[in-house]
């Protein structure tokens, strides 16, 4: 698949930072998630930031500065994406103590919800 270039990446890319940022300790965050959360950018149509929003999301995360957690930021199925770095990745997602089961973690427990979620003890989250 080719997938198109943003007219002007880093101010996308700052967003993304941004937002990996506020994702906490033992949280984690998909890449369309945050896609999601980021206004689809000037130049670029809604139609297609939908369909590559994610994996322009994945291109920020590639090139972000040591201060971005990077490791919080997984694929929509709960997994690491395979590439270099990823038994790095889960074992600083595991070291905040995010489990995995057959490779996978838990949306549901352990999914961020965006700036602004309460931070509720896990046993009281109904999601």
Not at 98 to 122: C, N, S
Request: aromatic share 10%.
């Amino acid at each position: 698949m080719n997938i198109p270039s943003l007219p002007d990446p880093q101010p996308f890319y700052e967003q993304v930072w941004q937002l990996a940022r506020q994702i906490p300790p033992g949280r984690v965050a998909t890449y369309g998630q945050l896609a999601q959360l980021i206004p689809c950018p000037a130049g670029v149509e809604p139609d297609e930031y939908d369909a590559f929003g994610a994996r322009w999301v994945g291109n920020g995360m590639a090139a972000c500065p040591a201060d971005v957690p990077w490791q919080r930021v997984i694929n929509s199925q709960g997994k690491i994406s395979q590439r270099p770095g990823a038994e790095k990745q889960r074992q600083l997602l595991e070291n905040e103590g995010i489990p995995f089961v057959k490779d996978r973690i838990d949306l549901k427990a352990y999914q961020w919800h965006g700036p602004g979620e309460e931070e509720l003890p896990r046993q009281a989250r109904l999601f």
